[in-house]
């Protein structure tokens, strides 16, 4: 007897689940193999369960996901900084800018992989 190597109609994975494995860079469905081709790029298909990573569609909710994210946490480090200890503009601006770059680069593919998942779990195909 084999199995049916086609895939369940629903998705078989919680939103809670499906995003968190999205946003460590895993396979929404299966949480084994890697969601991107690259540093942005989705793979067109799970290499362990055949899920067809390319029909989610995040589009620009990653991007604004990432801003909102960073925006939370840099605007009141600076705010705080800048009203406990007053340094310099050049020192303010020598920290918060690369700060903020990182951390921009650090969340935008993973936020990227939560959106993906959490579509995965909704069953919204692009």
Avoid at 48 to 66: I, M, Q, S
Avoid at 110 to 125: F, L, N, Q, S
Wanted: with cysteine; hydrophobic share 50%.
């Amino acid at each position: 007897m084999s199995q049916d190597p086609t895939p369940p109609a629903q998705p078989t994975t919680g939103w809670f689940a499906a995003s968190l494995r999205g946003f460590v860079g895993r396979c929404p469905r299966c949480g084994h193999h890697g969601l991107r081709a690259g540093f942005l790029r989705v793979r067109e298909a799970c290499a362990g369960c055949g899920l067809e990573l390319a029909a989610f569609r995040a589009d620009d909710a990653p991007p604004y996901f990432t801003i909102l994210v960073v925006g939370h946490l840099v605007i009141p480090g600076v705010l705080l900084v800048e009203r406990l200890w007053a340094p310099d503009l050049w020192l303010q601006t020598a920290f918060w800018v690369p700060t903020t770059l990182a951390l921009t680069l650090a969340l935008l593919p993973r936020i990227k992989g939560a959106v993906i998942g959490m579509h995965y779990a909704a069953g919204i195909r692009g």
